[in-house]
């Protein structure tokens, strides 16, 4: 074995054998040490390390999979780190769990490892959202808060996502600091795992007074109710992608005063194999083939689908006759626009803004439309760019606490965050505001979302985005995405779709070249993305994924928009755009 395998990855994989393992975990290790070395170096040549979206990857056995044990040392590792956070005091944590597979064992063995180190856990008696999770956090009055959840990986992945007492996700130094407590734990004996018996009664189970209070604060943001009443019959398909957000969207669609909510009964079964898809998740086409046809069968306006753990939102809106009727899918740039515009519109109406005094604010990702930026400008509303990751979009909101009023924020991949109850991207309060905004646009005489969107290119310029995700998986894949960073640093790309690059931005050596001339850029954390700007205001970004095996391509294209009816001809120009840059980053 090891002439195939590197001797790390043979030496863990033995300690697994004679560590406090059990029977079945020691006869897999044992499998892929005789007869399949490639996977046994997959499993055993890292530890999983909490990324963007915390600890995530495919269930199996090995330092390098999601099973009860990494579990058990994850939770062990951020108790450790709590009781040095918080000397003296009680210490209580909020556990919850999404659909997929083995999710609620994960969520017990870390209910019952905090147990055990004297903790009090709130733990859900069943799936719910993880914006509930984080929205509880400060409900409860917990010091931190673990979600077992894989958003909207495939099916052979979970995840644990680790948060503060905030009601966000761990950021530095904390996230650091729990991996340097979590790589002490050099073996299985070292986690206080214990039945749930031996908990102590420390384990509460919560369930509908944390679901009550949620759905009031998010029946709280309404902006609109009056364009609700008179549009109360507007068809909305909805479809959780056999996911939690079955269990509180279709609910908060309804206090909203929406009366005709559509279900897509095949999908509304909880199923962590997510038998109607190829993948559960929104930003894919096919993840809402369903929900479109229940859409062309019923009439209805609108679409929304979440993801399993209904943090992410996807939504299809209705077209007129004249543009062929049927619905078409929005990215997620155009839904976090159509939400901002919105907001900060309907924020100005009720005499809620002081524009130009900052004190309200809207936060948005590096790689997230400029869009967003222009029209929190024209209504005098400070935008914040941050990393990817909506850690970072909480932490400017910490960081504001007190000062300045958060109005909403997002990010492409199809997550926002109105008001600042949730720390973390919450569908289930989006799925709420796309819809009343919706009702909103055709109580104005706007008419459709889409009419709105293009109102709102008319205004402020038509914003184009694009996504390439190459997916290189395993240990080679991560060179392979390593190597191709290293490229584009040595040797940028000097133009773009025939126009100069003259910026081109470094954010993990924290600098920028400008006309030749380097400056320090230091206002972000250090972070694996490289951008470059064009003459023409393009923005091409690159970064590899904090939570899959791909290295992501963000394309950002603009032209101005002198009437909704040269939508389609400008919209087929920036899309041909993005297709040239594809061909000549060797993309297609």
């Given at each position: 074995m090891e002439n195939t395998v590197d001797k790390m990855v043979a030496q863990r994989a033995q300690q697994w054998l004679d560590g406090g393992f059990d029977e079945a975990t020691k006869a897999e290790v044992r499998r892929m040490m005789e007869s399949d070395p490639k996977e046994l170096t997959e499993s055993f040549y890292q530890t999983l390390e909490f990324g963007t979206g915390g600890l995530r990857g495919i269930m199996g056995v090995g330092t390098n999979r999601m099973n009860v044990y990494t579990v058990g040392m994850a939770t062990q590792g951020l108790a450790n780190y709590l009781k040095k956070s918080f000397p003296g005091q009680e210490i209580k944590v909020?556990?919850?769990?999404?659909c997929r597979n083995n999710s609620d064992l994960f969520a017990k063995t870390t209910a019952e490892v905090f147990a055990a180190n004297g903790f009090t856990v709130y733990l859900f008696d069943a799936l719910r959202p993880t914006p509930e999770l984080s929205f509880a956090i400060r409900y409860l009055g917990c010091m931190s808060g673990v979600v077992v959840t894989a958003s909207h990986n495939p099916k052979e992945y979970n995840g644990y996502k680790a948060y503060w007492n905030d009601g966000a996700q761990v950021v530095a130094p904390h996230d650091r600091n729990i991996i340097d407590e979590v790589n002490r734990i050099e073996d299985v004996s070292q986690v206080r795992f214990s039945g749930a018996e031996a908990a102590g009664g420390?384990?509460?189970?919560?369930?509908?007074?944390?679901?009550?209070?949620y759905l009031d604060m998010i029946a709280g943001l309404s902006l609109s109710p009056e364009a609700v009443r008179a549009n109360r019959g507007m068809g909305i398909v909805y479809t959780p992608i056999h996911g939690t957000g079955v269990r509180l969207v279709p609910e908060s669609l309804a206090r909203y005063g929406f009366e005709n909510v559509i279900h897509v009964p095949e999908q509304d079964v909880n199923d962590g194999n997510f038998p109607t898809v190829v993948s559960p998740n929104p930003e894919e086409p096919s993840a809402l083939k369903l929900a479109l046809a229940k859409a062309d069968e019923t009439g209805a306006d609108l679409v929304i689908a979440t993801d399993p753990d209904a943090d992410r939102i996807g939504i299809a809106v209705r077209q007129s006759e004249g543009e062929g009727g049927g619905m078409l899918l929005l990215n997620g740039n155009q839904t976090g626009t159509l939400l901002t515009y919105y907001l900060l519109e309907r924020w100005k109406e009720l005499g809620r803004l002081h524009p130009g005094q900052e004190k309200e604010f809207v936060v948005k990702t590096i790689v997230t439309t400029e869009l967003i930026a222009r029209i929190a400008a024209s209504f005098g509303v400070e935008c914040y760019d941050v990393l990817t990751g909506f850690k970072f979009i909480a932490s400017v909101i910490r960081e504001n606490e007190?000062?300045?009023?958060?109005?909403?924020?997002?990010?492409?991949?199809?997550?926002y965050l109105i008001g600042d109850a949730v720390r973390d991207k919450d569908?289930?309060?989006?799925?709420?505001l796309v819809a009343e905004c919706a009702a909103w646009a055709k109580e104005t005489g706007r008419g459709s979302l889409l009419d709105l969107l293009k109102e709102i290119y008319v205004r402020y310029g038509f914003f184009k985005?694009?996504?390439?995700?190459?997916?290189?998986?395993?240990k080679e894949g991560q060179e392979e995405i390593r190597q191709m960073m290293a490229d584009f640093r040595a040797t940028p790309p000097a133009s773009l779709a025939g126009s100069r690059v003259v910026e081109v931005r470094d954010y993990q050596g924290q600098y920028k070249v400008v006309g030749g001339v380097r400056e320090v850029m230091d206002h972000l954390p250090k972070s694996d993305v490289l951008q470059f700007v064009t003459e023409d205001s393009t923005i091409v970004s690159v970064r590899p994924s904090g939570t899959e095996p791909k290295i992501k391509f963000y394309f950002g294209v603009r032209e101005p928009l002198s009437d909704a009816a040269q939508y389609e001809a400008v919209?087929?120009?920036?899309?041909?755009?993005?297709?040239?840059?594809?061909r000549e980053l060797k993309l297609v």
């Open positions: 909020a556990v919850a769990h999404d420390r384990i509460v189970m919560v369930g509908e007074e944390v679901d009550r209070a007190g000062k300045k009023q958060f109005i909403g924020g997002g990010e492409e991949s199809y997550g569908a289930v309060a989006s799925a709420s985005e694009g996504l390439v995700s190459v997916v290189r998986k395993g919209n087929a120009q920036l899309g041909e755009k993005i297709e040239r840059i594809k």
